[in-house]
T-cell receptor
Framework: EDKVVQSPLSLVVHEGDTVTLNCSYE??????LLWYKQEKKAPTFLFMLTSSGIEKKSGRLSSILDKKELFSILNITATQTGDSAIYLC???????????FGPGTRLSVLP | DSGVTQTPKHLITATGQRVTLRCSPRSGDLSVYWYQQSLDQGLQFLIQYYNGEERAKGNILERFSAQQFPDLHSELNLSSLELGDSALYFC?????????????????FGSGTRLTVV
């Protein structure tokens, strides 16, 4: 059964801290891995990763994929209170695009 | 606004009842996906439709059914509701499926319907 595991499940930091969120997966096939940020309602897209070792970057957020070790990390530097959210990792195992989501990491950034 | 519209936003109903959740995909998207998100389960894939046809099924209960209409909007029907069905139900849409690289497009999520069964 396809599985996505995220750690930690919950994290509390102060503004300015740097955090690393982890995502590991076991799937029969692998097409891509995506990171989403979920605040109050709909998850919003952050990154899509398909190749190992290529860092994707957007402002203070960056992510990288290791297809050999089957994991990805999402880094957030100089955290702000607006980064408080649930961060979801999802893996697409096949063309059918039935993404398998991890449980999410709930990040709380305190002022 | 993501372009994916879900109605209603909130729904409160009693056990044993039946409800219908509606989703209009983003313009141009042919695939619609339904997900259930509860506190202890995370986002669980229910079902996918592509251009009116069921394409994939996940952990969808027999009491639940869905369809996609010719105008591509989709409805998720939940019947014989139980307390445990209380959750946030998301619809997402994407471009073509079964197309090389289609998996790279990811999803666009609607704002969800919060269902509370009392």
């Amino acid at each position: 059964e396809d599985k996505v595991v995220q750690s930690p499940l919950s994290l509390v930091v102060h503004e300015g801290d740097t955090v690393t969120l982890n995502c590991s997966y076991e799937v029969t096939n692998f097409r891509s891995l995506l990171w989403y940020k979920q605040e109050k309602k709909a998850p919003t897209f952050l990154f899509m990763l398909t190749s190992s070792g290529i860092e994707k970057k957007s402002g203070r957020l960056s992510s990288i994929l290791d297809k050999k070790e089957l994991f990805s990390i999402l880094n957030i530097t100089a955290t702000q209170t607006g980064d408080s959210a649930i961060y979801l990792c999802a893996v697409c195992p096949n063309y059918g695009q039935n993404f398998v989501f991890g449980p999410g990491t709930r990040l709380s950034v305190l002022p | 606004d993501s372009g994916v519209t879900q109605t209603p936003k909130h729904l409160i109903t009693a056990t044993g009842q039946r409800v219908t959740l509606r989703c209009s995909p983003r313009s141009g998207d042919l695939s619609v996906y339904w997900y259930q998100q509860s506190l202890d389960q995370g986002l669980q894939f229910l079902i996918q439709y592509y251009n009116g046809e069921e394409r994939a099924k996940g952990n969808i209960l027999e009491r639940f059914s869905a369809q996609q209409f010719p105008d591509l909007h989709s409805e998720l029907n939940l019947s014989s509701l139980e307390l445990g069905d209380s959750a946030l139900y998301f619809c997402a849409s994407s471009l073509l499926t079964d197309h090389p690289g289609a998996a790279d497009y990811g999803y666009t999520f609607g704002s969800g319907t919060r269902l509370t069964v009392v």
